[in-house]
């Protein structure tokens, strides 16, 4: 028998061939159903792609935002006559009140007029006296004016009622007080700075209606026609006169901690300006940038996340000593001076309009490694490359502004250590009051640093005749070295230690100044010296004279500063002399390694200077202002920052200041210049100092520190 397929297969009956015939068709549905989904999907990728690559700079660059600002500026009408130096404050009904002012004849007025929410104006009554450059704010729904003046200063505190502009006496400030900036915060107003009639002044004044005035802070200086303006919670003082000109400072007072502290500058310097707040960021409109005049039409923008100040637009004209308010979500900037010297009388709507621009964003990896070549070409590679873990916090670093991190003070006057923030906040202090009541405390610490590890801190109690370490967690502080309270010579004593710096083997190395001899101690032991008790003569490394620097380098020499002569001495680690130069400069004083046979060198005189020099003494950068707000006394240590900046202890201008090179200019700032005092934001004699980086959330992160 044959095989036979047909009378082998099997009989199908109609019903189910019909059956399979659906289930085929509903594959087929199936199939087409997914083909479609998968061309959706494909157009919707593509389409994302394309979107994506629009707004970046090149196809896969990620793409990030920025925010630009631009301002829309309309004329909105005018007021009954040319006006300037008004006082201007919101009725909170939209719309404003002027209050006195300079009239087109030059002379003081006592009028009140009104600025209608669309634009028109019009008398509304007088004031009991005719004054200028006072200033005003709402509070609680009534209007007070604060001081002004006209031939001579006036104290008083006006209460004006928004609905019916009637006007009475309300309080005093303690002296006459014009050209003041003022700002209310909650239900307390700010009176900053101003003129008494014979001088500047540096104070800030709390007033509340019912609470009377209070003094709660002084500025770094005193300072008259400074922009003042409340944001989230602090005022931002901005630029003014002082006496030593205009002044560009962004200056910030806490009232929660009472500090005030230069956290930013103005593109220019700026005085005669108005500042307001809309939106979250404050605006300075117009100004001058002399005392007597160059009017500027500029309208800077400060943001207050960073303290960053941006020009963003410009009026029509310039124009300075304007009346400027919010009302209805604008700004309205009323009369003013223009750059001919005569009031005006237009009335300008500004509107900031703030969008968020799509631009593309540099990659993480190409972020990290132009952030490490600066670091390089500031000496930090090598301390970096042997402690990876602080690379990220350091790259960090080399991007943001001013201070870019943390900073260590010593500040030798009070007898304490602090860390502060880039905005002026103390986050961390030696000693506590508990610490003073355990008898945890220092005497005339001198330079402090961060030991490797970041567990404790190194200080050399100068004129006590001791190097101490400091528990940061503990609190708890050790002799390291010497006698407390005695100096001495030989091999346990010292004669006020200068510089000591941790090292990574357990030991320290300090300058033992009067000695004249340089120490490497571990385990309370001279393990090794350059140099001879009681022999003071100049030739290194055998014999020195009065030492105050004795810098670790980056190969495991050491960088000497002599005082007698001006030396600065270059030793090997095998303990060779390199180079030995004179400084040009009055008084050298802790000496700094940089890259590039270079040494950065504070002058410990008045006029102080800091100087970067190379091995042959010759200046490759200096600052050193002769005089005014700028200038420095008896400066005795400069660091520079993973940013480039220089921070410099200015000791007896009770400051520590960070300067950037580029424009030598002072960015930032902690202590009021020349007022030493124990309060937030006082210093007293500040002598040393160390850079602290950020952490990954923010936080001080003390084991990250490296010393390059």
Not at 366 to 391: D, Q
Request: aromatic share 6%.
């Amino acid at each position: 028998m044959t095989d036979s397929p047909a009378s082998d297969a099997p009989v199908v009956s109609p019903g189910r061939r019909r059956e399979a015939d659906r289930q085929r068709r509903r594959a087929r549905a199936r199939r087409r159903a997914r083909a479609r989904l998968a061309l959706v999907l494909l157009a919707a990728a593509a389409a994302i792609t394309f979107v994506l690559s629009r707004g970046a700079s090149q196809p896969g660059v990620p793409t990030t935002t920025r925010t630009e600002i631009s301002i829309r500026v309309a004329r909105i009408g005018r007021l009954p006559a040319a006006l300037q130096d008004a006082a201007v404050a919101a009725t909170g009904r939209g719309s404003l009140l002027l209050m006195g002012g300079i009239d087109a004849a030059g002379s003081s007025t006592a009028g009140i007029v009104e600025i209608a929410p669309g634009g028109s104006s019009s008398s509304r009554g007088q004031l009991p006296d005719v004054q200028h450059d006072a200033q005003a704010t709402l509070l609680a729904g009534q209007i007070y004016v604060f001081g002004g003046g006209d031939i001579a200063s006036y104290p008083h505190i006006l209460r004006v009622v928004p609905a019916s502009a009637a006007v009475q006496t309300a309080g005093e400030l303690a002296r006459p007080q014009s050209d003041v900036g003022v700002a209310s915060i909650g239900s307390t107003a700010y009176v900053v700075g101003g003129f008494d009639g014979v001088a500047p002044l540096d104070t800030i004044v709390s007033w509340r209606p019912g609470a009377g005035r209070h003094y709660v802070a002084r500025l770094p200086f005193a300072v008259r026609y400074a922009a003042v303006a409340a944001v989230g919670g602090r005022l931002l003082i901005a630029g003014g006169t002082g006496v030593d000109g205009v002044s560009d400072a962004i200056w910030s007072y806490d009232p929660a901690d009472g500090a005030v502290v230069q956290v930013g500058v103005l593109p220019q310097a700026l005085t005669h300006a108005s500042a307001v707040t809309l939106g979250g960021r404050v605006y300075l409109i117009g100004g001058r940038r002399k005392i007597g005049g160059d009017q500027t039409a500029e309208i800077v923008e400060i943001d207050p996340r960073s303290d960053q100040a941006t020009v963003v637009g410009t009026l029509p004209a310039p124009l300075s000593d304007a009346a400027v308010a919010l009302a209805g979500g604008r700004i309205v900037v009323a009369g003013g001076e223009a750059s001919a010297g005569v009031p005006q009388n237009a009335i300008l709507s500004l509107t900031p309009l703030v969008r968020r621009v799509a631009v593309g964003a540099v990659r993480p990896a190409a972020a990290s490694r132009a952030a490490f070549a600066a670091l390089s070409a500031r000496g930090f590679a090598a301390a970096l490359r042997a402690h990876p873990s602080s690379i990220a916090a350091y790259e960090a670093a080399a991007t943001r502004p001013g201070l870019p991190g943390y900073l260590l003070i010593a500040d030798r006057g009070n007898n304490r250590i602090l860390v502060v923030d880039p905005q002026g906040n103390i986050v961390w202090r030696f000693p506590t009051p508990a610490d003073v009541a355990a008898g945890r405390v220092l005497h005339f610490n001198d330079d402090t640093f961060v030991e490797p590890g970041g567990r404790s801190l190194i200080a050399n109690e100068e004129d006590y005749g001791d190097v101490v370490s400091v528990g940061i967690r503990s609190h708890r502080i050790t002799v390291l070295f010497g006698h407390p309270g005695v100096l001495g010579g030989g091999p346990t004593h010292l004669n006020y230690p200068d510089d000591a710096y941790a090292l990574g083997d357990g030991g320290f190395t300090v300058a033992d100044a009067y000695n004249c001899r340089i120490l490497f101690v571990r385990d309370h032991a001279i393990v090794r010296q350059y140099g001879s008790s009681g022999d003071c003569a100049h030739d290194p490394p055998r014999t020195f004279g009065a030492v105050n620097g004795d810098t670790p380098t980056p190969d495991g020499g050491v960088l000497v500063s002599e005082i007698p002569g001006l030396w600065v001495d270059s030793i090997a680690a095998d303990g060779r002399l390199r180079w030995s130069v004179q400084a040009p400069l009055a008084y050298p004083s802790d000496p700094q390694p940089l890259p590039g046979d270079r040494v950065l060198l504070a002058d410990y005189s008045s006029p102080g200077h800091v100087v970067v020099m190379n091995s042959r003494g010759t200046t490759l950068w200096r600052y050193g202002p002769a005089s005014g707000q700028a200038a420095l006394d008896h400066p005795s240590l400069a660091l520079e920052l993973p940013n480039g900046d220089i921070a410099v202890n200015d000791d007896y201008r009770d400051r520590v200041v960070v300067i950037d090179p580029r424009t030598d200019e002072i960015v930032w700032q902690y202590g009021h210049t020349d007022e030493g005092g124990t309060a937030p934001g006082y210093l007293h004699i500040p002598d040393g100092m160390d850079f602290i980086p950020a952490g990954p959330h923010g936080g001080i992160d003390w084991a990250a520190v490296v010393h390059p």
